[in-house]
């Protein structure tokens, strides 16, 4: 598809995950800020009913669905409207289309172990990686940052938690080990999810679109069950020891009802600096998008006057024993993070669709991580994929062992 001067001179933009709510905001960022990004590639699982109306608006040059089947239905809708995008179908296109001519970023927001390959390409190709797939890092950061540091490529957080520590160090030595920073601690702020004041014995009970309706963020289903088990806080952990090169043991779990304050970093000089703003993914997106520059996210600025007060307590992991797991798995390195996200996934889609109550998602990812496994390596995507699919195939087992009706 060709394109005209001011196109051109536009950063071009690879949205993959472009049908989730991450790639919503992306695009309505976009949208806010035309003369400096065009959409250059939409990428997404299947949903094409979602996808088709983004390609009318935006026609980028290549649209993608890794199912065979929904792409062959966008390829009949984008040719019966005469619209010269090309159509694609399968992972192997979406890891193709982020090396291609005209793709200077790529958003990374396909959800869990399946936005890996895609994830790890973009960084191969030397891109700047705008990384909202938190599993990519949980299971191969040394695959994915030592691919970075070969080609190139820029990895910015989008991660509200991530980003905001990022915000917080010293803008000239981004990308270098905090421990050269004079940093003490990085803190991860976590809002408790929906469950955070829920009597413990109520838990067995907890439905789906109950564990879905968090009291601050607007997410999808599988982070939302994340947030509400503090799984999420427990895989952003160990991102953030990929991202910023710190041990576990230097980064404490802040729990914030409020979600005002998104990170926060202490400085060995007593100093402790933190990024606060309204609980709008668009921000970090939008800084990510242009950093080290500022642009318009569509988001106000908190009013500070308004606050009526912020609290924060340590958490608690006998309520949550997700986050508890996640951190032991961050000790215990090698394969652990790989193995612990593939359980959790297992586990999670067991409890959305009604097979296996809240409180046993925990137990699943226990049992599979107390398992012993000879399958994978850290040294391969290949070995990564391997040790994923073996925990995958123990949880499944377990789910079928403490499988148990769930209202919905």
């Not at 540091?149 to 990022?166: K, M, Q, V």
């Not at 905090?178 to 014995?201: M, N």
Request: some cysteine.
């Amino acid at each position: 598809m060709a394109r005209t001067q001011s196109e051109s001179a536009c950063a071009g933009v690879a949205v993959l995950g472009s049908t989730g709510s991450i790639g919503a905001s992306t695009l309505d960022v976009i949208a806010r800020n035309r003369d400096r990004y065009r959409v250059a590639v939409l990428a997404a699982r299947s949903r094409v009913d979602v996808m088709w109306p983004q390609v009318q608006a935006w026609q980028p040059e290549r649209a993608v669905l890794e199912d065979p089947a929904a792409a062959e239905e966008l390829a009949r809708r984008v040719s019966r409207a005469g619209l010269a995008t090309e159509v694609l179908g399968g992972e192997r296109a979406i890891c193709e289309v982020v090396g291609a001519e005209g793709v200077d970023i790529v958003m990374a927001a396909i959800v869990g172990a399946a936005g890996l390959r895609s994830t790890l390409a973009a960084a191969e190709a030397g891109r700047r990686v705008l990384l909202a797939n938190k599993e990519a890092l949980v299971m191969a950061g040394g695959l994915v940052r030592a691919a970075a540091t070969r080609s190139g490529a820029t990895l910015l957080p989008i991660d509200s938690e991530h980003n905001a520590i990022f915000q917080c160090l010293p803008h000239f030595q981004q990308g270098v080990d905090v421990g050269t920073l004079g940093i003490e601690r990085l803190l991860l702020t976590a809002s408790g999810g929906p469950f955070l004041r829920r009597a413990p014995a109520s838990l067995a009970d907890v439905t789906p679109a109950e564990a879905c309706d968090h009291p601050n963020w607007s997410m999808g289903q599988k982070i939302s069950v994340d947030s509400a088990t503090m799984m999420n806080k427990g895989l952003e952990v160990i991102e953030a020891c990929w991202l910023f090169g710190v041990d576990v043991d230097r980064i404490d779990v802040v729990v914030h009802p409020q979600s005002v304050i998104h990170s926060l970093v202490r400085y060995v000089d007593g100093s402790t600096l933190a990024e606060l703003g309204h609980a709008d993914m668009r921000t970090p997106i939008a800084h990510a998008l242009a950093w080290p520059e500022r642009i318009d996210a569509g988001v106000q600025g908190l009013d500070l006057f308004s606050l009526r007060g912020l609290e924060f307590e340590r958490p608690d992991l006998e309520r949550f024993p997700a986050l508890a797991l996640a951190l032991e798995a961050a000790r215990s390195g090698g394969l652990a993070g790989a193995r612990l996200n593939a359980a959790n996934e297992v586990a999670v889609e067991a409890f959305l669709v009604g097979r296996l109550r809240f409180t046993a998602i925990a137990p699943v990812v226990e049992a599979v991580l107390a398992t012993e496994s000879t399958d994978g390596d850290t040294a391969s995507l290949e070995g990564i994929l391997a040790a994923d699919a073996a925990a995958r195939a123990l949880a499944a087992e377990q789910v079928g062992r403490l499988a148990a009706p769930v209202a919905p």
